[in-house]
């Protein structure tokens, strides 16, 4: 089912500004391609029998806030499972709650994530889930460690962290590489002239490339991989080769 690259991946957001966020995170990171979003499961379930191209699926985003309750959630991960039996499903939550977070397990999700701590470590995230067990955030595995097994899960490492990076820099870095705002619009923004957020930018991507010795292919641009780097995990051991060739950007 699952690749290095090209992984398919369909997100079932309920508000529409949160799933253009999560699509644009997604849409960084080379090894994931969003091919499909919708504001249900049933929403889904329509285009994939209107939409042949959508057949082979390989992570389905899940919005946790589309279940009432435990036994809800665990009745939309079956749903999604049932149609899309070699898919594994990822579920988004707002909260860490304990019974959300078991039902979702028992009912054969990949992982449980709070988007608070995942952020904009969303691609990464996924992509460390496809290779762990039952993958959840600190938080969450601080709610499991006194009743579940060790093995039957595993915590998400951390973001990576870059004390290099000062607030002025990491603010122009968000703006103009998370957000995509020129350096004009990040300017207005941040106060200051449209040379100074440009020497923050320029002076972001030597620290970021400083901490990280990954080889990018030529074809990866410099604000791709300043996000990259920036939204990476601390301990991400299962990076592909990127010598390897990559796909197209989604």
Known sequence: MLGLYDTRIYVIERDIYARQA???????????????????????????????????????????????NAEGLAALVKLVQHHAPEVSVTCLSSVADRAMVLAAKKAGAQAFLVREHVGIGLPSAIYFSMWHIFVVTQDIADLLKDTE???????????????????????????????????????????VSKSTVRSYIKEGYRILEAADDTIYPPSVSPAERAFLRYSALEFDNVIADLRDPWQPAA
């Open 22 to 68: 999560i699509v644009s995170y997604l849409s960084w990171d080379r090894r994931t391609r969003v091919v499909g979003q919708a504001s249900s499961p049933q929403e889904m379930l329509a285009e994939l029998k209107e939409n042949p191209d959508l057949e082979r699926l390989d992570i389905v985003v899940l919005d946790t806030g589309l279940a009432a």
């Open 149 to 191: 097994k060790p093995g039957t899960y595993t915590a998400l490492p951390e973001r990576r962290n870059y004390p290099r990076l000062t607030q002025r820099i990491e603010q122009a870095l968000w703006l103009c590489v998370v957000e995509g705002l020129p350096a004009e619009r990040a300017a207005e923004e941040m106060g």
